[in-house]
C-alpha cells in the first residue's frame, strides 16, 4: 500500500499550487480521501476531505473558499488545489484513506508546503 504526495515546494505568498496523492495496494474507489497538515510545534489538523464517490467535500474554515479537493478514482489519485496561499498555509500536507466499514486507514508520508517570500 502506498499513498505517495508530490507537488509541494515554495510558493509566495497569494500563489497557488495543486498537490497530488497517487494510491496504489488497494481499492481506491472504497475509501474517502482526506488532506491534513501539520505545521512546527502544531497538532495535525484536517484541512479537506472526500467521499469515496467525490460528491461529498468538507474543509476547514481556514482553507474555505481557497481549497478545492477532487478525486479521479480511475487515475487513483486525490488532489487538493489551493489559492491565495498565506504563510500560515505553511506545513506539511499528508494524504489521508480511510474505509470506516472495514474499518482501515493509511497514510502518505508528507509535502512540504512553504508560504514566503
Known amino acids: 500500500v502506498q499513498l505517495v504526495e508530490s507537488g509541494g515546494g515554495l510558493v509566495q505568498p497569494g500563489g497557488s499550487l495543486r498537490l497530488s496523492c497517487a494510491a496504489s495496494g488497494f481499492t481506491f474507489s472504497s475509501y474517502a480521501m482526506s488532506w491534513y497538515r501539520q505545521a512546527p510545534g502544531k497538532e495535525r489538523e484536517l484541512v479537506a476531505s472526500i467521499g469515496n464517490g467525490g460528491f461529498s467535500t468538507n474543509y476547514a474554515d481556514s482553507v474555505k473558499g481557497r481549497a478545492t479537493i477532487s478525486r479521479d478514482n480511475a487515475k487513483k489519485t486525490v488532489y487538493l488545489q489551493m489559492n491565495s496561499l498565506k504563510p500560515e498555509d505553511t506545513a506539511v500536507y499528508y494524504c489521508?484513506?480511510?474505509?470506516?466499514?472495514?474499518?482501515?486507514?493509511?497514510w502518505g508520508q508528507g509535502t512540504q508546503v512553504t508560504v514566503s517570500s
Open positions: 489521508y484513506a480511510v474505509n470506516r466499514k472495514i474499518p482501515n486507514h493509511y
